[in-house]
């Protein structure tokens, strides 16, 4: 499978943002589809993920309450819709695959990756 982020862009502290990433190639369905972040100088981080069919999705602690992942399968897309962005969100944003609903916070665990989208928090 084939993923494509965008959506990012700059926005002010206290804002929101919806990223996409669209999918092509294998049945979309058949993953579970994730969110990573990197910022400048860090490792890559699990930001949330959510099943095949959408019935479970998992978040970071980090933005639980903040973030909502949610995909559809018509479309073959998964969506991160961030609000109250603080300056601290501003990193690369990257959807990324796998089969398996099991080991989802670790990036060696997905077999597919978007390039990122770069989501800027303005203070």
């Known amino acids: 499978v084939q993923l494509q982020a965008c959506g990012g862009g700059l926005v002010q502290a206290g804002g929101s943002l919806r990223l996409s990433c669209a999918a092509s190639?294998?049945?979309?369905?058949?993953?579970?589809m994730a969110w990573f972040r990197q910022g400048p100088g860090t490792e890559r981080e699990f930001v949330g993920a959510i099943s095949r069919t959408g019935d479970f999705i998992s978040y970071a602690d980090s933005v639980k309450g903040l973030f909502t992942i949610s995909r559809d399968n018509a479309k073959n897309t998964v969506y991160l819709k961030m609000s109250s962005l603080k300056p601290e969100d501003t990193a690369v944003y990257y959807c990324a695959a796998k089969g398996i609903w099991n080991s989802l916070t670790g990036p060696a665990s997905y077999a597919y990756w978007g390039l990122g989208t770069l989501v800027t928090v303005s203070s």
């Open positions: 190639g294998r049945s979309f369905s058949s993953y579970v």
